[in-house]
């Protein structure tokens, strides 16, 4: 876990191929995808879905659902449930990777699901984030962004269930609707994603306070 640009996703994959040298013949590491926005299918580029970047480690929880229709934390914990227990079933390991704050603390009461779990948060500095932020989202822009929402549009998913995704559809969905300019979207989603990053720290530090052990690192 950790804020945004943080590098999550590298890290588990990295992780997951480090274990996987370390496990006995016939087990190996699976992610779990924790994006509540990666759960949608043709939503890539705006979500940073960035599937290359698993190579061969198997990844659950991505493209499951359609755009513009609901997908709420119940079917979330019931999908990761399934997945969780399918993987354990072969003796397998998951790591679930992405997400700040979720209502996850009660799933075991709930669903059986591990009483224990090793929390492992990537950190850089504020600077860095702002950085490599700023950096991600004219790679973004630059690799059809506007385009991929401009297709969800097309297709028929309505602007106001895209406005509601927030960040990325929110300000390109404006922009393309006419509501805004180009450089004054890029200026406010820049603005907007660094206060994004900034609340999943702030919710991240009130777990610690709450007596959950992060394990920060350094990516």
């Given amino acids: 876990m950790g804020p945004t640009a943080s590098g999550k996703t590298r890290y588990a994959v990295s992780l ?3 274990l996987n040298r370390r496990l006995p013949e016939g087990c190996h590491c699976e992610i779990i995808s924790a994006d509540s926005r990666q759960v949608y299918r043709r939503m890539d580029i705006g979500t940073g879905k960035d599937k290359e970047e698993y190579g061969e480690i198997p990844v659950h929880l991505l493209d499951i659902a359609e755009p513009g229709t609901e997908y709420n934390v119940y079917e979330y914990q019931r999908d990761f449930a399934q997945a969780y227990r399918d993987i354990c079933a072969r ?3 998951p790591i679930l990777c992405g997400g700040s704050g979720s209502p ?4 075991p009461s709930v669903m059986g699901l591990p009483h224990h779990t090793y929390y492992i948060g990537t950190l850089v ?3 860095e984030r702002r950085a490599r932020i700023a950096r991600r989202l004219d790679e973004r822009l630059d690799g059809g962004m506007v385009e991929e929402i401009r297709s969800l549009l097309e297709e028929g998913v309505p602007s106001e269930t895209l406005i509601r995704y927030g960040l990325e559809y929110r300000f390109i969905t404006q922009y393309l609707l006419g509501e805004i300019t180009y450089d004054f979207m890029r200026e406010r989603l820049y603005i907007a994603i660094c206060q994004f990053a900034k609340r999943q720290m702030t919710w991240l530090r009130g777990m610690e306070k709450d007596g959950i052990v992060i394990h ?4």
């Fill in 91 to 93: 003796g397998c390991l």
């Fill in 216 to 219: 920060w690192t350094q990516v």
């Fill in 104 to 107: 996850g603390k009660k799933a």
């Fill in 125 to 127: 500095t504020r600077e």
């Fill in 16 to 18: 997951a191929r480090e």
